[in-house]
């Protein structure tokens, strides 16, 4: 399988637990992005890097979010000391990376986040 | 109120018609579109794509037409068929300038059902 990876599928937590989550692009893909869903909504923009550089954040990742991708490849986002409100599936997307290009971004299956 | 992300717009249509699935953009400044089918649990698959400077774009039984006077877009699904079935996202890409990323922001999207 080529496209876009991401562990786990489901995850189940208590509130106040730390959950990271994890994300493999298409493996020629300079960008990634992390986005969220809640159900009836489209995708929030939440980060996004240019192979290992985090270049953008949006207002809705707090403190409390953390995104890394070490080494330009796959991507781990981790969520501290979650919150009810955390609950949503956490989309991972990938694009080539070309410059002053517009580019389509291919998404994973996403992570599906409960918080009890 | 909390539950108005439940109640997605919803477009049903019999096996065979076509369909035609509307999208009002909000920046006048985006210049690049994405339509996007989401299937039950699945992340956003890329449909059709069209860039400003086009008003439509055909593909495969799909066909995307852009109105940038009124800033709206609509996909048009020939011969519909229960496959099709799915959540309808359309996102722009909005303030695009050289050497950023496509950061796409979606609409709230559209439910098509399928009918035999």
């Known amino acids: 399988d080529t496209g876009v990876s991401q562990n786990p599928r489901h995850k189940i937590t208590k509130r106040g637990q730390n959950v990271t989550f994890r994300c493999d692009p298409i493996?020629?893909?300079?960008?990634l992005y992390w986005y969220r869903q809640t159900l009836g909504q489209g995708p929030e923009f939440l980060t996004y890097?240019?192979?290992?550089?985090?270049?953008?954040k949006s207002r809705l990742l707090s403190d409390r979010f953390s995104a890394e991708r070490p080494k330009g490849s796959f991507s781990t986002l981790e969520i501290q000391r979650t919150e009810q409100g955390d609950s949503a599936m956490y989309l991972c997307?990938?694009?080539?990376?070309?410059?002053?290009?517009?580019?389509?971004?291919?998404f994973g299956s996403g992570t599906q986040l409960s918080v009890l | 109120g909390e539950n108005v992300g439940l109640h997605l717009p919803t477009l049903s249509v019999q096996e065979g018609d076509n369909s035609i699935i509307n999208c009002a953009y909000s920046n006048s400044a985006s210049d690049y579109f994405i339509w996007y089918k989401q299937e039950s649990g699945k992340g956003p698959q890329f449909i059709i794509d069209i860039r400003s400077n086009m008003d439509k774009r055909q593909g495969q039984r799909v066909t995307v037409l852009l109105n940038k006077t009124v800033k709206h877009l609509s996909l048009q699904i020939a011969a519909t068929q229960p496959g099709d079935s799915a959540v309808y996202f359309c996102a722009e890409n909005i303030g695009f300038a050289a050497g950023t990323a496509s950061k796409l922001t979606f609409g709230t999207g559209t439910r098509l059902q399928v009918t035999l």
């Open positions: 890097f240019q192979n290992e550089a985090q270049l953008e």
């Open positions: 997307a990938s694009s080539l990376g070309e410059v002053a290009t517009n580019e389509k971004l291919f």
């Open positions: 493996s020629e893909h300079n960008r």
